[in-house]
């Protein structure tokens, strides 16, 4: 079974801090990992996804996340927040059946001038 | 943009009632995921389709129903509706094994 567990549905960081949103999954077959972000009143916007290829893997918005296998972890980091990153982050896994995806509970990223 | 449609994006009728929500996946999609998105459940996955298959269920009421057409539009109906189905509702697309792209959602009030 599969399952994503996000850590903290709330996180506060300053303008031009470090964001650091957590992500760990369980998976009993090689994953597929996404984050996605939803603004007020939008749908979810993918930000990146990983496919087992390269382990670093960047997206839109100077978002990164890396995958690590020995932490069953995906967190996603942008080394400086701006006004624009407050939203919705939801992780989410994946697998080669049926492409169902199993969401997080989601973190609501706000950012303090 | 992602590609994918719904309409309405506002809807707002009261108990009891039925409604019809409208997904048009992005092109060349075959997949079609339906969610529900409250305040108190968060990311709900309801249904999939698959080229006009149903391929797996989530946490869909007996009350709802869904279905997709040979133009690989989908529809959702919503019936004998509570005060506790408020919510958005977002569909998504997909190819087989890809990303899934969402629609910009279906708000229901229903009051």
């Known amino acids: 079974a599969q399952s994503v567990t996000q850590l903290g549905s709330h996180v506060s960081v300053s303008e031009g801090a470090l964001v650091l949103l957590r992500c760990n999954y369980s998976?009993?077959?090689?994953?597929?990992l996404f984050w996605y972000v939803q603004y007020p009143n939008q749908g979810l916007q993918l930000l990146l996804k990983y496919t087992s290829a390269a382990t670093l893997v960047k997206g839109i918005n100077g978002f990164e996340a890396e995958f690590k296998k020995s932490e069953t972890s995906f967190h996603l980091t942008k080394p400086s927040a701006h006004m624009s990153d407050a939203a919705e982050y939801f992780c989410a896994v994946s697998t080669n059946v049926r492409n169902q995806f199993y969401f997080g509970t989601g973190t609501s990223l706000t950012v303090i001038p | 943009d992602s590609g994918v449609t719904q309409t309405p994006k506002h809807l707002i009728t009261a108990t009891g009632q039925r409604v019809t929500l409208r997904c048009s996946p992005r092109s060349g999609d075959l997949s079609v995921y339906w969610y529900q998105q409250s305040l108190d459940q968060g990311l709900q996955f309801l249904i999939q389709?698959?080229?006009?298959?149903?391929?797996a269920k989530g946490n869909i009421l007996e009350r709802f129903s869904a279905q997709q057409f040979p133009d690989l539009h989908s529809e959702l109906n919503l019936s004998s509706l509570e005060l506790g189905d408020s919510a958005l509702y977002f569909c998504?697309?997909?190819?087989?094994?890809?990303?899934?792209?969402f629609g910009p959602g279906t708000r229901l009030t229903v009051l």
């Open positions: 998504a697309s997909s190819e087989q094994t890809d990303t899934q792209y």
């Open positions: 998976s009993s077959v090689p994953p597929y």
């Open positions: 389709y698959y080229n006009g298959e149903e391929r």
